[in-house]
C-alpha cells in the first residue's frame, strides 16, 4: 500500500491543498493521502490559528465525498504540539508494510532541518515537496518535487475574510459557510 501523509493547520483548508493532494495521489500513484491536522504546529507556537475544532469541521467538510482522501484525527486530539515522527511511528505501527510519502510545501524546506529527529523520519518516510518555481528546484535537492499548479494560501483567504473580500472558488463552498457562520478570520464580521 502506498501512502502519503499531508499535516498541517489547515487554516482554512482550501482548493489549493485539495488540488496539490489529488495531484500526488495521481502522480505518486498512492492508495490514499491521509490529512492531518495539528492542533498546534511546534513551528507556529506564535500564531492564534481557528479553534481546532473548526478546523476539524472544515476538513470533515471538504473532504466529504473525496475519494482516495483520509482524515487522521490524533494530533487535532491531542494537548500540545504535535510532531510528525510521533504520527510517522504510531501510522507505520499500523500499516507496516506501507510506504509512506510525506508531503510538504517548498516552505517548509528551510526549517526542516529543525524538525523534531528529521534523521529518524527521514528514514521512515519519502519527502514530497510540493514546488513553487526555479526556487524549489534548487533548495529541493534530493526530493521528490510536484509542481503547484494554483497558487493560494490560507493566509490570503485569512486577510481576504478580515477585508470583507470574497473567498469564493478559493475555498469548497462548505467551507466557505462555515467560515461565515462561525465569523472566522474577521473583526468586526463582514458578509462573505
Sequence with gaps: MRLALYGGTFDPI???H???ARDALEMLKLDRVIFIPTALSPHKLATNPAPSSLRHEMLVAALADEPGFDLDESEIQAPGPSYAIDTVERLRAR???AHFSYLIGADNLRELHTWRRID????LVEFVVFGRGAA???GAAGFQVLPR???ISATEIRTRVARG????YLVPEPVRSLIAA???YQDPPHRL
Excluded at 120 to 123: I, K, M, S
Excluded at 165 to 168: F, G, T, V
Design 14 to 16: 482550501h482548493h489549493g
Design 18 to 20: 485539495l488540488v496539490l
Design 95 to 97: 500499516h507496516p508494510d
Design 120 to 123: 529518524d523520519l527521514r528514514g
Design 136 to 138: 524549489t528546484e534548487e
Design 149 to 151: 499548479r494554483i497558487d
Design 165 to 168: 473580500e470574497s473567498i469564493r
Design 182 to 184: 462561525h465569523h472566522l
